[in-house]
């Protein structure tokens, strides 16, 4: 991906091309030059949108592959942009039969570029980690809280925007989501699968994300998107592809799978999470770090700089958490104790491990562990549609080609990982 990559890239994004002297031209680093409407800007500068600034896309991965500092802010500038260029794609091929108007593109580029807006610190451990265990099994999205964000920017810094593109864009956002509401367009339902598909699972989001921390963690990426985005057709108002695509469409879900297990769930990157959940918990009563998540006023406050407050701050409330993050700084990290794979005629029924059962089934040599002492973490990687074929719905399929389809798709990995706080793995015996 070096500089002939971006000028080939360059080259290739040439469909919305128009006339750009008010807009704001910006150079990024995977998919070259991306240029920002002033209707856009908008909402780009403001303190709300730039704060994704400070909340990195993959939390402190960076720990572990120094290149990962990329943030949620370009990112979102990056779905942004190729949400666009989808868009004008199916508008060049299939502009005369399905009529995209001008603002179908407007409202699609705009639910790409704030589909983050409210994201939370730390990537995802923020709200599948922290919250449900100070909250008590909550079920709080930053989907849910980017729509509650969107009427902010919009009421605080007077946007003008027509109302139906505003309920379009949250409703986009929403799409792949536990809480997606229903569609308020009865055609043109093709439209909400480009940023967040909650069909079959491939959009822009991914497309951006993939190549983009591939690129920042050092890794190879062998998918490419540019072919997909140029064969994209909408078939029953649904993005289809090529049936001879399914190659490049399961090199899509194989590299997110790969960057899963190399990356998202490396055993240090995991240790660093689990700290660091440990560390916000312990400083929650005090910081009152949890009570933002339902005012966006509030919420838009908090960035991954929360963890730098907790370590530079005397109070002795806050010992404890800033002990936690001087042990993260020094490397001393939980250890890494054991991996249990569940095997896959076991994984519909299994019965998720906790520390009590670990605690539970120590032999008494010596060493007695607490339930404190013990991190499990439950870890699963699919083709993002769990134990269903994700290619079934993205392509129009003749019948004889299913078997080349199906011996592609992989099963789901399910595994238990076990972290010792204080302990070291060699003193035990399980």
């Known amino acids: 991906m070096g500089t002939s990559w971006n000028e080939e890239v360059t080259s290739f994004y040439s469909l919305s091309c128009q006339d750009r002297r008010f807009s704001k031209h910006i150079h990024d680093n995977v998919h070259g030059n991306i240029y920002l409407d002033p209707f856009f ?3 780009v500068d403001t303190e ?5 600034r400070d909340l990195k896309q993959l939390s402190l991965s960076h720990m572990v592959y120094p290149g990962a500092v990329h943030s949620r802010f370009e990112h979102s500038l990056g779905v942004y942009w190729l949400a666009g260029e989808a868009v004008h794609t199916i508008k060049a091929h299939q502009g005369s039969e399905i009529n995209i108007e001008r603002n179908d593109i407007k409202t699609v580029k705009l639910a790409g570029l704030l589909h983050d807006v409210a994201h939370g610190p730390f990537s995802h451990l923020f709200e599948r980690e922290f919250l449900p265990r100070v909250l008590n099994g909550s079920k709080w999205s930053h989907e849910e809280m980017s729509v509650k964000m969107i009427d902010y920017i919009v009421d605080a810094h007077h946007i003008e925007i027509d109302a139906a593109i505003l309920k379009n864009v949250k409703e986009m956002i929403l799409a792949n989501s536990a809480n997606a509401s229903q569609k308020t367009m009865s ?9 967040a598909n909650g069909r079959n699972g491939i959009d822009v989001d991914k497309f951006d994300y993939i190549v983009r921390d591939s690129r920042a963690c050092g890794l190879g990426c062998n998918f490419q998107f540019q072919r997909l985005m140029e064969t994209m057709r909408v078939m029953g108002d649904e993005i289809c592809y090529k049936a001879n695509d399914y190659l490049n469409i399961h090199k899509l879900f194989a590299t997110r799978a790969d960057l899963h ?4 769930t490396h055993a240090k990157v995991k240790a660093i999470d689990l700290m660091v959940v440990d560390a916000l918990t312990l400083a929650n009563g005090e910081l009152g770090i949890s009570e933002s998540i339902q005012e966006p006023a509030k919420f838009w406050k908090l960035d991954d700089s929360i963890l730098r407050q907790i370590e530079t701050s005397d109070k002795q409330e806050l010992k404890e958490a800033r002990d936690l993050i001087l042990r993260m700084r020094r490397r001393d990290l939980y250890q890494f104790c054991n991996e249990f794979s569940v095997p896959k005629d076991k994984q519909e029924h299994f019965k998720d491990i906790t520390p009590q059962d670990i605690v539970c089934s120590q032999r008494n040599v010596g060493t007695t562990l607490k339930e404190e002492d013990v991190a499990v973490s439950i870890v699963k990687i699919d083709l993002t549609r769990g134990r269903s074929n994700p290619l079934e719905r993205s392509m129009r399929v003749i019948a004889n080609f299913k078997s080349r389809m199906s011996s592609l798709v992989t099963c789901c990995l399910h595994f238990v990982r076990i972290w010792l706080s204080e302990c070291t793995p060699r003193s035990l015996n399980w």
């Open 41 to 43: 800007l908008q909402f």
């Open 48 to 52: 709300q949108f730039q704060r994704l």
């Open 187 to 195: 055609k043109k339902l093709f439209l909400y699968d480009i940023v």
């Open 261 to 264: 297990r190399t990356v998202y």
